[in-house]
């Protein structure tokens, strides 16, 4: 590959956008030619830099508000069906029929793994043990299982193990491993295969949440985040070699 | 019901769509507004929510809701005062008084630097980098064919690398 093509590529290379073969050639010429690695490091610096800019996160009052209002158009709705009978009700109804099977479309065990995510995140339950320390974490689910999840701590890769919990997918308790990324949490559920007969390895996206699953040493694995799917793969990757 | 699957789609999702429109307004009181706009709108177009991405889909909503405000002010730098909220969460506790100055000094500098990019440039960037969407969902958020987000967060990529290497050569002849 020239330095030409590099320089044309290598943008779309770190944000994890070009095809397999490319992005061997390009790791394979930016490791020879100097002129290449210095542009590769210092557009690798400055992702890292940007990252690091503020996130800011909607404040109470606005998250308040904004719940208010669903609820009020919500109620003002049912006022309306109720007089209009039915009519109202009717497209109500098929508006979330279409909405309905778009998300079922996938698989039914990432539609409630991304539900776990959700209730994980809104009702504040990330955690039932909160630590940075997996001698912490692990010992935790002692007891509380039936099987005992592999925790490992990722944080030599950039995804810091921050707590566990319980929680119940699919019919059955599983462990759930909470791991970040800069400001986006990435929940990992953990259960003996068997009960989870999705097979292998699966990545989708559903209502705006990137989901992994794979399966390692007789257990399953379901990676969900907000992260997006680049990064989450670079998780999963890591999770599965450590 | 309606209600609460809104709230289980789109909530999720609010501070996302707080940080993008935190960059576009480059204020919080903007920000707050353009965003409750957005959740208005939202609910009365939920159900034009066909696929899967609620975030994605929010993300257009609120830039919608941003250009329609007339919020499109000039684009060079406003005067919001300098404010250090959500660095200090941000920081490493574990770095000592010495580190920590810098990584804020840094992180003052990094959010300078983009706020000043032009709104085109900025929201790429920040769709890109801190919101991590694929180049395919920027596209449909900004409403461009593909080509052109790549472009864009080229030029604005080579702007913040000069600006920033500028920044700290300026630093280091100090």
Redesign the interface.
Known sequence: MSCELVERDLDTYLDGELDTESSAAIREHVRTCAACHRQFAGREALARLVRGAPYYSAPHRLQARVLAQSTRSSSVRRLVAWAAAAVLVLSVGSGIALWGPASSRGNAVADEVVNSHVRSLMANHLFDVQSTDLHTVKPWFLGKLDFSPPVVDLASKGFPLIGGRLDYVGGRTVAALVYQRQKHTINVLVSPVGDDRSAGDLAVTVRGFNVRHWIHEGMSFWAVSDLNSAELGEFANALQAS | ???R?????V?????????YA??LARN?AD??DV??DA??RA?RY??S??????????FTIVRNTWYSRGSRKGNVADATPFRD???DQ?ADHALDPEERLLQQH??AL??GA?ERLPVDFREV?VL???E????REIAAVVGVPIGTV?SR??RA?ER??TV?TLASHTESLR
């Open positions: 019901m309606r209600a699957v809104f709230e289980e789609t909530l999720p999702h609010l501070d996302a769509a707080f940080n935190r960059w919080d920000a707050e965003v409750q959740c208005v609910m939920f159900s929510l066909r696929d899967d991405n609620a975030r994605a889909w929010l909220d959500g660095q941000r840094t992180v990094v959010r983009l960037i890109r980098e801190i991590g969407l694929s180049y790549m967060l080229a990529r913040l690398q920033l």
